[in-house]
């Protein structure tokens, strides 16, 4: 009998997000190493899928598709989720349940692990399968001080959240058609919690998951007006902005913009640190940025450490500098 690993989609705006593609690469990876392995994408939706997100999961790596339909799950619902993922894992045994470490994994991973009576292993930042066939989690510990692998021999399924950036997906299409069923679970829920009003991000906040170039600060800044230069130099390059949890904790920026093991991890192609001295709880959250770019004056700083390039000097005065030169260059070529 085929052993299903299980990637839980996440959805937004009505379209798979790209931590779902990410695990399909991931889940594609151990696949090759448990014997009869099938790769499952479990999405919950209020309708069918088109044909083209179909092709879409199936190209970044699912043998099989299990599209659970219900009309709460135009938006999440954390009782009918639960109760609609725990009544299919009850029907189909998955050996592996995989979900994204976001606000929707974290809050229903833990809940569905209790009532299948297994364990669970959140913000884990590597995968892999050990020569039993179990999964080794491996995550950050004691602050970030160590790295703990951990695994599940005696409970099924083995589940586990992962950080979105993490992995990556497929370089290559996969080469099979994903079977696609669609199941509708006939769920005996009680009306306990209800949506009172739903909040989009405005547009011009862009997710710093989602974005190539983020400017982040640190208590280097030295006060929050400062803050304004990184807002306005991410505004003039489409990039986003973060911050070190000293700054979310002094209440200068929100804790969506946080990078770190307590805030998010971040995959940009530039990462500019400014005023950030490089505690091992933020690098966690950035390190596997392509290029970094620290700003700061202490020249012994351990975010150097980390850099692909290093400025010495005040991260303030240099964003000044360079938010003058982005926007000399902007003037003179709107397009660049």
């Known amino acids: 009998m085929s052993k299903h690993i299980w990637v839980i989609a996440e959805k937004r705006k009505g379209t798979f997000h790209s931590s779902t593609y990410e695990l399909l690469g991931k889940a594609r990876e151990i696949a090759k190493k448990i014997p009869d392995a ?27 598709i299990l599209n659970i339909i219900n009309e709460k799950f135009e938006r999440f619902d954390y009782l009918t989720y639960l109760k609609a993922l725990e009544s299919i894992a009850e029907k189909f045994n998955p050996e592996i349940i995989l979900a994204p470490a976001t606000t ?24 892999d399968i050990d020569n039993d066939g179990n999964l080794l989690q491996t995550r950050p510990a004691i602050g970030g001080n160590i790295m703990a692998t951990i695994k599940t021999p005696n409970h099924r399924p083995q589940m586990a959240t ?20 669609e199941i509708i679970p006939i769920l005996d829920i009680s009306d ?36 304004e230069i990184l807002k306005d130099l991410a505004k003039l390059v489409g990039g986003a902005v973060g911050a070190s949890r000293p700054l979310v904790d002094s209440k200068w920026i929100g804790h969506e913009n946080q990078v770190g093991l307590s805030g998010h991890t971040v995959k940009p192609k530039i990462y500019i640190a400014a005023g950030i001295s490089g505690a091992v709880q933020h690098v966690a959250g950035m390190q596997t940025s392509d290029i970094i770019i620290a700003i700061n004056k202490d020249v012994n700083a351990p975010i150097f450490d980390y850099s692909d390039i290093g400025l010495v000097g005040d991260a303030a005065e240099i964003l000044e500098m360079l938010h003058r030169a982005l926007k000399n260059i902007k003037e003179e070529i709107p397009d660049a």
């Open 38 to 64: 099938l790769v499952a994408c479990v999405t919950l939706t209020n309708r069918s899928l088109t044909p083209e997100m179909r092709e879409k999961l199936s190209e970044q790596g699912s043998d099989v």
């Open 104 to 127: 929707t994994g974290r809050t229903i991973m833990p809940a569905l692990a209790a009532s299948l009576k297994t364990g669970l292993t959140a913000d884990c930042t590597g995968l």
């Open 162 to 181: 992962i950080r979105p950036k993490t992995f990556n997906p497929l370089t290559e299409k996969y080469s099979k058609t994903a079977i696609y069923h």
């Open 192 to 227: 306990k919690t209800k949506l009172i009003e739903f909040k989009e991000i405005s547009e011009d906040q862009k997710s710093i998951q989602d974005s190539e170039v983020v400017f982040s600060g640190g208590k280097g800044l030295r006060k929050p007006e400062n803050l």
